[in-house]
């Protein structure tokens, strides 16, 4: 593996923090702190930034804290912007689905979904480089919030289809009927088009189209 992708402790490391897992893609991270639940609700730590720089082995500095509304159905993505970004559903349910937009990076192209909301409580790190969607699922808003570490600035940035066949068989398809799709989001290219002249899509063998 390109030794910049590598995380600063391994997973099998005693020592690396037992509320992070690691996954298929490098330095995308699961975290899940516990939760104190009691009569009058819950209390949770979403996030100790130091659990995640321990792993990481670099400070993260966030600049801006963002919150979105998403009625059932709604799918976004796949866009991938200028900054790392830890993501955690607040009410409702999501399916967020992760792909590796990275030209150098081993596992470019590699899908992985990973359940967001009231149903488990996860939240997700993306390193630079990821391109990130998800849908709304069951029959209430879903309440997405992010904090991203550099500001907005309005500039266009890396996309690619939400339906891109090569990307959604890898997850088993979205879970969702009839969605409800931005004109913004059905017009980006699929993931050859955007990248088919900078990488050989035949060495990665989950890229192989049927």
């Known amino acids: 593996m390109n030794d910049k992708y590598k995380l600063a402790i391994s997973p099998n490391d005693p020592d690396f923090p037992k509320m992070i897992q690691a996954t298929e893609i490098p330095g995308l991270l699961i975290y899940q702190r516990d939760e104190n639940e009691d009569n009058r609700g819950f209390f949770k730590e979403v996030v100790e930034l130091r659990d995640l720089e321990k792993v990481l082995g670099k400070t993260i500095n966030v600049k ?13 993505g796949f866009h991938s912007e200028p900054w790392e970004k830890i993501i955690y559903v607040a009410k409702g ?67 690619v289809s939400y339906k891109d066949p090569v990307l959604t068989k890898q997850f088993g398809g979205w879970p969702v009927e009839n969605p409800i799709v931005s004109e913004k989001d059905q017009s980006y290219p699929t993931l050859k088009e955007k990248f088919g002249e900078q990488i050989d899509f035949s ?7 049927e």
């Open 64 to 76: 801006q804290w963002n919150h979105s509304k998403s009625i059932p159905n709604v799918i976004r």
């Open 93 to 159: 349910n999501a399916l967020a689905v992760i792909v590796d937009f990275r030209i150098d990076s081993p596992t470019f192209g590699k899908v992985v979904k990973i359940p967001l909301g009231e149903n488990n409580r996860n939240t997700i790190y993306l390193p630079l480089g990821m391109g990130n969607g998800f849908c709304s699922l069951g029959d209430t808003d879903t309440e997405y919030m992010y904090m991203i570490t550099d500001y907005f600035e309005g500039k266009p940035t890396p996309a």
């Open 203 to 209: 060495k990665f063998p989950w890229l192989k189209e």
